[in-house]
């Protein structure tokens, strides 16, 4: 059992929880994540490891209420347990031989990319980042970021607070407007957004990784669950990820995957709402 030693809220159903979970963080690093289970006979979950305290053994996690199972961790209050916290799985992100790097986070994104910004200034990398939200509200972890970045950009759906458009939109500014170059793009957000950017950065020659983040089960490589198609060849996210190149993620076919469970998590809500 995994004791949650704090919990706060970042956003509207945002939340940020620090466990004890001291061998994950021994072994963590950025680009890393775990799968728990709220319950004995709970769902497995992924999710990003968003910091990690090898000292204090502790992981932080950052997740949005969007089903059954980010729900009930929601209800956890601190001092509770979670049942299950398995980790780190997945393989660490990569930045040798890097110098400039832009890095996107949209929406909750942005706590996956905290500990990858961090990681890369250690190592002397410049590193721009833009953040983007549906409004000011919805922005997470930009006074946490903003120390180990060379610039920050912010973006917002409804233009509360900074550019009034999307991270694709100051994306396009940066290289086409300003004429800045990057030896690469870590884009990390929803796929709709993660598609948009891979599509420009194609175009604009800037080498990309995408974190996904699709269905797991079991989180070895054995269920199926997680595939994702990369080029023509077909990757398990949990264990060849999860970060792939985005040029070649196929991404029509990850949001169809997205979609298949769709009734059964509406029915699970609203059992638990009964
Ligand atoms: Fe089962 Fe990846 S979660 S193969």
Known sequence: MYKILQKEKLAPSVYIMKVEAPLVARKAQPGQFIILRVYDMGERIPLTIADYDRDKGTITIVF?????TTKLLAALEEGQYIQDFAGPLGKPSEFDGLKTVLAIGGGVGAAPLYPQVRRMHEMGIDVDVILGAKSKDYLILTEEIKPFCRNMYIATDDGSVGYHGFV???????????????????AIGPLIMMKVVSGMTKQYNIPTIVSMNPIMMDGTGMCGACRVKVGDEVKHACVDGPDFDGHLVDFDEAMRRQAFYRDEEGLALHTLEE
């Open 64 to 68: 949005q209420e969007v089903g059954k």
């Open 168 to 186: 694709s939109d100051v994306l396009k500014k940066l290289v086409e407007e300003d004429g800045q170059t990057y030896d690469r793009v870590i």
